[in-house]
């Protein structure tokens, strides 16, 4: 008798158990005084690091909405990216401490000059790291962050680099075009398999076509060169968006860059105007995704204005992104 009346409060606490998984959490709900709803919503500020683990000393981070990551080297870390701002650069920095101990930070790989990926620079470099960026945005980079050139901590790429061991060898490389800015570097390494792309790669976001040197036809050939054998992976690290296999990031960013241009050609053959993008300038396929309000309408309007032979001086600066 004992022993059904125990399995019966088994049987209903497994019953309780189960029923709490399934139902939803109560909602935290936002209450504003009634009258008080603010007229542009509060930003949210909190930073957020998830990190993966894509093979043995080699890591990708993302703070917030933007892809970081690092790789042990014999003598140190090689750091790939810093994100948005000092604050950033800090929270990562220990991230990376407290994931790959007693290693000095060795290098710091920027893949390009935007604000999102250089701004969280500084205690890198103040804890001794070598810049590496290509050579012809290292001055720039050392403007942005209002520090003096230091030739013998900065390494320009021409071409490219290979720093590591022969067992974890890491190639820093450009691909030699414009693309999403005038010097995009990819961070390749061939043992373990793995691709950072920069903002060469977005996947599941859309890319910011507004750089003052973005080059469309430079972007279809370095994502062309980016499929190539050659730079083999099994998982590609994109600037935005989510980890992948290589070929569906690849896919994703030439699909978007050739559906926005294909629609702004068309667009531009009817005499379209430039003036109120977001009534014209929608894209089906991508609404909803990540930038797609912030980003999508501005690309459109420059596509368009390419598209009708008017030449666009484009943004230096990404501010439309949540900072
Ligand atoms: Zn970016």
């Known amino acids: 008798m004992t022993r059904v009346r125990l399995s019966i409060s088994i049987a209903l606490f497994a019953l309780f158990v189960s029923l709490a998984s399934i139902l939803p959490a109560a909602a935290p709900a936002q209450i504003y005084l009634p009258g008080a709803e603010p007229a542009i919503p509060p930003k949210d500020t909190t930073l957020t690091i998830r990190v993966s683990r894509l093979a043995p000393g080699v890591y990708a981070a993302k703070l917030s909405y933007v892809w970081t990551g690092w790789v042990e080297l014999p003598d140190g870390i090689l750091v790939i990216d810093s994100g948005m701002a000092d604050s950033a650069g800090v929270a990562l920095a220990d991230t990376i401490r407290a994931r790959s101990p007693n290693k000095p930070f060795k290098y710091l790989v920027l893949t390009h000059a935007h604000d999102d990926h250089i701004l969280g620079a500084k205690p890198f470099l103040s804890a001794g790291a070598t810049l590496v960026a290509h050579e012809s945005l290292v001055h720039d980079i050392d403007s942005t962050l209002g520090i003096p050139g230091n030739p013998s901590k900065e390494i320009g790429i021409r071409d490219h680099k290979r720093f590591g061991t022969a067992l974890r060898p890491v190639d820093v490389v450009w691909l030699g075009r414009r693309a999403d800015s005038r010097g995009d570097l990819?961070?390749?390494?061939?043992?373990?398999?793995?691709?950072?792309?920069?903002?060469?790669?977005?996947?599941?976001?859309?890319?910011?076509?507004?750089?003052?040197?973005?080059?469309?036809?430079?972007?279809?050939?370095?994502?062309?060169?980016?499929?190539?054998?050659?730079?083999?992976?099994?998982?590609?690290?994109?600037?935005?968006?989510?980890?992948?296999?290589?070929?569906?990031?690849i896919r994703f960013t030439r699909n978007y860059i050739r559906d926005a241009d294909d629609k702004a050609t068309r667009l531009a053959g009817w005499g379209q105007t430039l003036a109120e993008p977001r009534r014209w300038g929608y894209l089906g396929p991508y609404e909803g995704m990540e930038f797609y309000q912030e980003v999508h309408f501005m690309n459109m309007k420059r596509l368009l204005a390419e598209a009708k032979g008017v030449k666009t001086k484009g943004r230096a600066k990404v501010r439309a992104m949540r900072q």
Request: proline letters at 9%; charged letters at 20%.
């Open 186 to 249: 990819i961070v390749h390494l061939p043992k373990q398999k793995v691709l950072f792309a920069g903002d060469l790669v977005w996947n599941k976001s859309i890319p910011w076509l507004l750089d003052p040197d973005f080059d469309k036809l430079g972007w279809y050939a370095s994502l062309d060169s980016l499929m190539s054998p050659r730079y083999a992976a099994n998982v590609l690290v994109p600037g935005h968006g989510l980890i992948a296999k290589p070929g569906e990031g």
